[in-house]
């Protein structure tokens, strides 16, 4: 009997070659090399205004943590629809991700657009403003009660102010300082704009006579004369802005809206990937890089990881949309 030649060690070899070749290009072993490229961090404000000043700090101290360069990309448009959206449509690979603000808990609401915030994977939150109450330097009000008793008192129209975006959270924060004063909120003209920084420049040149902003997006124009602060909408001063009293220290009010910002990924971003970030989002927040640079501008800063901004995402936005029904802005 011939004897058939044994070929079975070199049969397997073809196989092992294809199994070793598709286990290489498996996302689980992708994964574990991420990132290995750079990363784009959108962010749905303009340049120049405080979501882009707190996602380049947050961006510069986690690319110390990643090893990789994170590029800041400014897709304003649509009251923070435009920038949110580009979020969404990015593939989940965690080399794209956002810098979501407040406004995701306000834009449904009004009809803007339906995305909510179960169209993202949260990461993380790292920061929390407070806005305060900015007018031109030679405005003939020297408080927040002699501002809102204009506006009381004065016909509708008379005070034009800007910030943000119609039914932006500035405008919303103020709206609902107004309500809980005893004032329409359609008292004053809201002009909208691309974000706080343009809005200063109008200010200064007489164009409006009202920016409710962050007081760090205004901190310039304070800085250079051009314009001065009656009050913040928080439960302490600013540590930054020391000579700027709160409304409780002014009318006696514990009102106070502030906005929101943090990194997310699109809806489906992997665990894994998802739980890297974190880790190093973490690292990033706690780093004197970090915390010293939103010091320095006076901005607010305040941590939450996946779970807890996940809860606050879903608690806050049951929240706004209260105050967006209040001012009459729901759809």
């Known amino acids: ?38 990363i784009t961090l959108v962010v749905p404000w303009a340049a120049g205004g405080g979501s882009d000043a707190a ?26 629809v435009v920038g949110h959206t580009v979020m969404t449509s990015a593939k989940p690979d965690g080399y794209t991700l956002g ?11 009004q009809g803007l657009t339906k995305l909510t915030y179960k169209d993202f994977t949260p990461i993380a939150m790292t920061n929390y403003d407070y806005p305060g109450v900015q007018v031109a330097a030679d405005a003939p009000y020297n408080s927040v009660d002699e501002l809102l008793e204009t ?31 005893g004032i329409d909120p359609q008292k004053i003209t809201f002009v909208p704009s691309q974000g706080a920084a343009p809005a200063m420049v109008e200010l200064a040149a007489g164009s409006i006579q009202l920016v409710p902003s962050s007081v760090p997006e205004a901190r310039s124009m304070i800085e250079a004369g051009k314009a001065k602060g ?67 501008l006076g901005f607010g800063i305040e941590w ?21 029904e209040k001012i009459g802005m729901k759809k």
């Open 304 to 324: 939450r990881n996946t779970t807890d901004f996940s809860a606050f995402l879903e608690t806050n936005n049951s929240y706004m949309g209260g105050i967006i």
């Open 99 to 109: 810098f979501i603000t407040g406004e995701l808990n306000m834009m449904h609401w």
């Open 151 to 181: 506006i009381r008192n004065e016909p509708k129209g008379t005070i034009k102010a800007s910030g943000t975006g119609l039914g932006g959270i500035w405008h919303v924060a103020f709206s609902g300082l107004l309500l809980e004063q």
């Open 55 to 80: 996602a380049r700090g947050i961006a510069a101290a986690l690319e110390k943590e990643l090893g990789v360069t994170i590029n800041v990309v400014n897709r304003a448009g649509g009251n923070g």
């Open 1 to 38: 009997m011939n004897k058939q030649p044994h070929r079975g060690r070199k049969a397997l070899r073809p196989l092992k070659t294809l199994l070793l070749s598709a286990l290489l290009a498996s996302p689980l072993l992708a994964m574990a090399d991420y990132p290995d490229k750079p």
């Open 230 to 296: 009656l009050a913040i909408l928080s439960p302490q001063r600013n540590p930054a802005f020391p000579d700027i009293p709160t409304l409780k220290e002014t009318l006696g009010s514990d009102y106070s809206l502030g906005e929101w910002r943090g990194v997310a990924g699109p809806k489906n971003l992997p665990p894994e990937i998802a739980a890297t970030l974190e880790a190093a989002l973490e690292k990033a927040y706690n780093s004197a890089m970090y915390q010293d640079y939103m010091r320095k």
